[in-house]
């Protein structure tokens, strides 16, 4: 009997670490999610005048454009328009394929949509990879600014407490008072 009690436990315990597994990746499914949710892709054509924003999937959530490229003419602002929203879907593409990658662990998805990329957009699979290190890279903090603190608290902090008055006072306030004035 106790073969079938051992062997029930060890049943119960692999069902156990298959519950955990599944929390686990529900949990990371939720991250991935959210991660998902809050991803922007932002591209500028190469004079600055068209500037898109996507989102997941590649959804358009922002053009601008500069007077300067409004001028140039409806064909040019046309041209330059499908080419910066084509730069931002397809970051947009690869910060999700990476994301997706982390959490699920499909090592392949992100150079499959390199490699798409690169044939549908006429560039390299390098290209990409470099552009793809570029947009994932965390971004540098510029140095702090000391300019404006001086040297005990910084420029911005409340002045210290102003010093009680000089009247009155201890005997020991008194008696150094004195003290000094009697040197003169």
Do not use: C, M, W, Y
């Given at each position: 009997m106790s073969a079938e009690f051992d062997q029930l436990v060890a049943e119960f315990q692999r069902f156990e670490a298959g519950v955990r597994d599944a929390d686990e990746r529900f949990a990371g499914l939720d991250a991935m999610r959210q991660e998902l949710t809050?991803?922007?892709?932002?591209?500028?054509?190469?004079?600055g005048g068209v500037t898109v924003v996507t989102g997941p999937g590649g959804a358009v959530l922002d053009v601008t454009f500069t007077d300067a490229a409004l001028a140039k003419g409806p064909q040019a602002l046309s041209a330059a328009l499908m080419a910066t929203l084509r730069e931002a879907v397809g970051a947009a593409a690869r910060r999700q394929a990476v994301?997706?990658?982390?959490?699920?662990?499909?090592?392949?998805?992100?150079?499959?949509?390199?490699?798409?990329?690169?044939?549908?957009?006429?560039?390299?699979?390098?290209?990409?990879?470099?552009?793809?290190?570029?947009?994932?890279?965390?971004?540098i903090a510029a140095p702090e600014d000391?300019?404006?603190?001086?040297?005990?608290?910084?420029?911005?902090?409340?002045?210290?407490?102003?010093?009680?008055?000089?009247?009155?006072?201890?005997?020991?306030?008194?008696?150094?008072?004195?003290?000094?004035?009697?040197?003169d």
């Open positions: 809050g991803l922007r892709a932002t591209a500028a054509s190469p004079d994301i997706v990658q982390e959490h699920v662990g499909d090592d392949g998805l992100v150079e499959q949509v390199l490699e798409t990329q690169a044939e549908a957009f006429g560039t390299s699979v390098e290209e990409l990879r470099s552009k793809l290190a570029e947009e994932t890279a965390p971004p000391f300019s404006e603190d001086r040297v005990l608290r910084k420029a911005d902090a409340p002045d210290p407490p102003a010093a009680p008055p000089a009247s009155g006072g201890s005997a020991g306030d008194s008696f150094l008072r004195n003290l000094f004035e009697e040197e």
